[in-house]
Structure formats: C-alpha cells, structure tokens
C-alpha cells in the first residue's frame, strides 16, 4: 500500500520566526561576522519582516540576500558550531499546534518530512531533534570545507513542488491521502498537492491565492494560534486588508 506523509515548512509554520535570522544574530554574538552587516544592511529588513509590513515572502528574499552574502567564505566548522547554538537554544520556540501534529504523524507512522527554504545545515538538525523521516532546505554549497556564496534555493513554490516529486518516488506516497503545512506562498504548490493541506498563520498572500483556487478554497483548514488560543479557520473567512475587508 501506498504511504501516507505530512510536509512541513519550518520557519512561521514550526519555528516561530526565522532560523536563518537567528543564525544570522549567533554569528554577530560570537564575532565571526562584522556586527556593522546587521546595522547597515539587515536590521531595517528584518524590523520590517518583524513588523509584517509589506508583502512577507519579499522580505525573506531579501533577508535570505543579505545573510548569504554574510556568510560568503566562511568554514564549515563555524557555520556548524553555531547551527548547533541556534538549535540548542531555539528549536523549542515553536507552534504547540504544529509540534502537536509532528507528534500526531510520527506516532502513526507516517512520513514526515520537512520542506524548508531555511539552510539545509540548520533544516537536518531540526529533523534530527523532532525525530521526522527525511527532509530538505535550501542547500548551501561548499567547497573544501569553505562556503562558495552558492545557493540552491528551496523556499519557492518551483523548488517545493519538484522536491515533492522527488519523495512521492522515494517513499511511494499517496497525496491524496497525505497532509502539508505552510505559511506563506511559496507553499501553495506544496497545500495544493495532498488531499489534506492546511495553511498556519497564513500570510495575506498565500490566504489570498487560497481564496481564489477553487480545490483550496474549499479544502483547506486554516489555523492561527495566538497566545494561547488555537483558532481554527475556514477559508471564507473576511480579513482586513489596507483598502478595507476580502
């Protein structure tokens, strides 16, 4: 029989903010990046990403941009020791109601697998502590143990769509019968794919285009956890945007 699987975006759907943002913060801590990157180019970005101002998947872009040209020439065992830092300190800050479902899957033995646009360094530890199946991030090429600047990206819709591919073949899964979990639109092909998508705390752009698709419209659950309340939504739901209601 066919196997049933459950994808996961890590950054806003697991982890509550970006864990390229908190390697980014570690490498200043601990000196091995000028403290002046962060004030001159990524502290206005990132308050900004941190507001939820403007469009949200831009300005992962753009903080994606200014991190990889950071960390461009330094060594393996850097980046690897302050991964570990990032993971050790933060990789509880996350979703109760996602970490509930990682749980829910892994205890039905389902294949769990992270899809991430996050460094796959940072993507394989936090598979590793939340015990799921296989993952993929974005993958950060070196060469001779020295990072090339180099980058094969895993945080748009293009890229998670042909991973997916890659597993359906790897663990012969049934979509129909499968669960994803996002939060912004480069996860749309990933919610369209399975019969069981759910999108947490959505960006407006990704609950926008789940409004217009007729399958996702009507299949998709939409969750929003604040505080300690755990909302769950459907996608008719009105939300307020600059110009008034959608």
């Not at 129909?176 to 990933?190: L, P, Q, R, V």
């Not at 960006?203 to 789940?210: D, Q």
Request: aromatic residues 12%; charged residues 30%.
């Amino acid at each position: 029989m066919k196997k049933i699987a459950a994808f996961f975006d890590i950054d806003g759907t697991l982890y509550r903010d970006s864990l390229m943002v908190e390697h980014f913060k570690k490498l200043i801590k601990y000196d091995i990046i000028d403290p002046s990157l962060w004030h001159s180019h990524a502290k206005k970005t990132f308050l900004n990403w941190d507001k939820r101002q403007g469009n949200y998947d831009d300005y992962l872009l753009e903080l994606a941009e200014i991190y990889i040209n950071s960390i461009k020439g330094l060594t393996k065992r850097s980046i690897d020791f302050t991964s570990k830092q990032v993971i050790n300190l933060k990789a509880e800050r996350v979703y109760r109601y996602t970490r509930s479902k990682i749980k829910y899957h892994v205890n039905n033995n389902h294949i769990v697998i992270f899809i991430s646009g996050s460094p796959d360094f940072l993507v394989r530890k936090m598979a590793k502590k939340y015990n799921v199946t296989d993952y993929i991030g974005s993958n950060y090429i070196f060469e001779n143990d020295i990072f090339t600047g180099k980058v094969i990206p895993m945080w748009d819709s293009e890229s998670k769509n042909k991973a997916i591919n890659n597993f359906v073949k790897k663990y012969d899964l049934d979509l129909e019968k499968s669960f994803a979990y996002g939060d912004t639109n480069g996860d749309f092909t990933m919610l369209k794919r399975v019969g069981n998508p759910v999108a947490i705390n959505p960006a407006k752009e990704l609950l926008c285009n789940i409004k217009k698709d007729p399958y996702l419209s009507k299949n998709t659950k939409i969750i929003v956890e604040r505080k300690d309340v755990i909302y769950n939504l459907d996608p008719s739901v009105s939300i307020s945007i600059e110009n008034g209601d959608l």
